[in-house]
């Protein structure tokens, strides 16, 4: 067959980045604010960035030979980047459902957006911010809502003792506070 009609890639730069996961019927839950964050990236990638790259793009095209112009190949590859991620985050903020975790305020039982302090089966205490998928921070102790830590404590109340199931082992955990974000400080 003729090479002609071969799809030919680069490293797999075409390809589409896999979206982590739902549940199966599951929503993308989404805080305000990590909303507000996703959408300026989208916005920032559209109005500035892609734009400065096509003009580098379009300058180094307009030098001659392209097949040995680092300027037009390495901005190709940066526009092809700049396209994929404009497509992931478009994607995601379709689906993305808006929770507002303060409306939970002064509640004992854990729902999206809750800071629970627990002790595991060491005896350590430990704190996780229950986040969505897009914005869980594990660095800053934020779990994604999926995360088996946190399908584990979801729907569980101050004082309740549950089983996390490891590869290796299983963990009980007891949930010792749950605390949202009051109201007031929610809308700041």
Do not use: C
């Not at 396209?83 to 985050?89: A, K, P, T």
């Not at 509640?107 to 060491?122: E, H, M, P």
């Amino acid at each position: 067959m003729s090479k002609a009609f071969t799809k030919e890639t680069q490293d797999g730069d075409d390809d589409e980045l896999a979206l982590p996961p739902l549940p199966p019927g599951g929503k993308n839950y989404i805080s305000a604010q990590g909303y507000a964050r996703l959408r300026g990236e989208l916005l920032d990638l559209i109005d500035n960035e892609r734009p400065k790259v096509v003009d580098t793009v379009h300058w180094a095209a307009s030098n001659g030979d392209r097949s040995e112009n680092g300027d037009y190949i390495y901005g190709k590859k940066r526009l092809r980047e700049i396209d994929r991620r404009i497509r992931f985050l478009t994607k995601r903020l379709e689906i993305a459902e808006i929770i507002d975790p303060a409306v939970h305020h002064g509640n004992s039982q854990i729902f999206f957006g809750a800071t629970v302090t627990y002790l595991d089966g060491a005896g350590g205490e430990r704190t996780v911010k229950i986040m969505g998928i897009d914005e869980a921070n594990s660095a800053q102790g934020e779990v994604s809502w999926i995360s088996p830590i946190a399908r584990t404590l979801l729907k569980a109340r101050e004082g309740d003792v549950l089983k996390l199931v490891l590869p290796d082992r299983v963990d009980e955990l007891e949930v010792l506070q749950v605390s949202y974000p009051s109201p007031a400080a929610a809308k700041s």
